[in-house]
């Protein structure tokens, strides 16, 4: 088992900057994947960003130029810097974890592991 604790969240204008920071416990590994998801209201889980075991970072298209992504395996722990924030990123953002490389890394089903989410919420 793997478990996941956000934080980071909180209120900011259009404009600003916000971190979060997901901590992943129960494994002697960082999980291969470590990823961000973001859900508004009404709205699908939508793929922000995931970050592989060596580094290599895969952004969606909605934050890539925006958003930068990081992750310390020694301290098993991913960090997503969010610069120029715009009303529409408003959500609760999820970190999420999978422990198999194999496979995609842009869907939800992907993952076996997640946190319980924080909210980020940008005003205009």
């Known amino acids: 088992q793997v478990q996941l604790v956000e934080s980071g969240g909180g209120l900011v204008h259009a404009g600003g900057f916000l971190r979060l920071s997901c901590v992943s416990s129960g494994r002697a590994n960082s999980p291969y994947f470590m990823a961000w998801f973001r859900q508004a209201p009404g709205k699908e889980r939508e793929f922000v960003m995931a970050i592989d075991w060596h580094g290599g970072a895969y952004y969606g298209d909605n934050v890539r130029g925006r958003f930068a992504g990081t992750r310390d395996n020694t301290k098993n722990t991913v960090n997503l810097l969010m610069n120029f924030l715009k009303p529409e990123d408003t959500a609760v953002y999820y970190c999420?974890?999978?422990?198999?490389?194999?496979?995609?890394?842009?869907?939800?089903?992907?993952?076996?592991?997640w946190g319980q989410g924080t909210q980020v919420t940008v005003s205009s």
């Open positions: 999420a974890a999978k422990t198999n490389e194999r496979g995609g890394y842009r869907t939800s089903g992907e993952y076996n592991y």
